[in-house]
């Protein structure tokens, strides 16, 4: 029987995110209505004062006691945007991003994003830099969406010091600076955020922007994958498999490879079957290795779809 090639680990992972499914809900002060039910804020809300549209909307939103009501939550947001709550100004933005409530519409989306943006609000300043990052309801401008990344990401965004790693990485409207762009993937990882905690991983595991050092990637690749990212999963059990940073250990490679496998992440479920067809860490079962090459393979991945030629399915 021909053999099947090796296991492979992804090597890359910079797309942008952008924080569309974050209601804005800041704590109030002495300045602001308390109201906490539905029932508190809607007389306060119906009187015209902008905090308590905001929270009522908030509660639409949420379903907190009340029936969850997208399109109740965009009427009392607007409300709210019209009077210049810059949290209800964003929030708007991601009803008409997402076209919740309200027809999608980008322009409209970038149109609060703005307003909320040039009042100081981080997750506006991010999702304006994304929407000028990839030209959605405005122009592409990639210096536009730098210094909205930059705007935000001084304030702690972590989405934005992500997305500010992504831009200096691929050399979007700066020149490609790897160095920076591990810079700005540390403060978003050092909050918790995987997908920067994974960029590091891999910034370590190839020594882009720093020394070579797998006990260093490996750290990062498992704060990612506990977090359930299915390619930090996947790299964790290459690690694993290979003894980078770690010592060989296939049964825990294996462990890792299903976690991601099972999210449906194709390079995973490739080296799933390699598994189950060496017999590496789990013992030799054809049957369970094509499954897991034809499940790879119906994505597209182009080794599963040679391994499937190779074991003759």
Known sequence: MKSVEGLRKARSAMALLAAFLLWACEKNTAQQHTCRTPKECRPIAEQGDAWAQHNLGLMYANGQGVPKDEAE????WMKAADQGHASAQYNLGVLYAN???????????AKWYKKAADQGHAGA????????????????NEAEALKWYKKAAD???EEAQYNLGAVYYKGQGVPK????ALK?????????LAQAQFNLGLSYAEGQGVPKNEAEALKWF???ADQGLAQAQSNLGFMYAKGQGVPKNEAEALKWFKKAADQGYAPAQYNLGVGYYKGRGVPKDEAEAAKWFKKAADQGDAGAKAALQKIGE
Do not use: R, S, T
């Not at 939550?73 to 009392?76: F, L, S």
């Not at 300043?125 to 929407?131: R, S």
């Not at 993937?185 to 909050?191: E, N, V």
């Open 184 to 192: 700005w993937f540390k403060k978003a990882a050092d909050q918790g």
């Open 222 to 224: 498992k704060k990612a």
């Open 73 to 76: 939550a965009a009427k009392w």
């Open 155 to 157: 304030q702690g965004h």
């Open 99 to 109: 076209g919740q409530g309200v027809p999608k519409d980008e322009a409209e989306a």
């Open 177 to 180: 600076d790897e160095a920076e």
């Open 125 to 140: 300043e991010n999702n304006l830099g994304f929407m000028y990052d990839k030209g959605q309801g405005v122009p592409k």
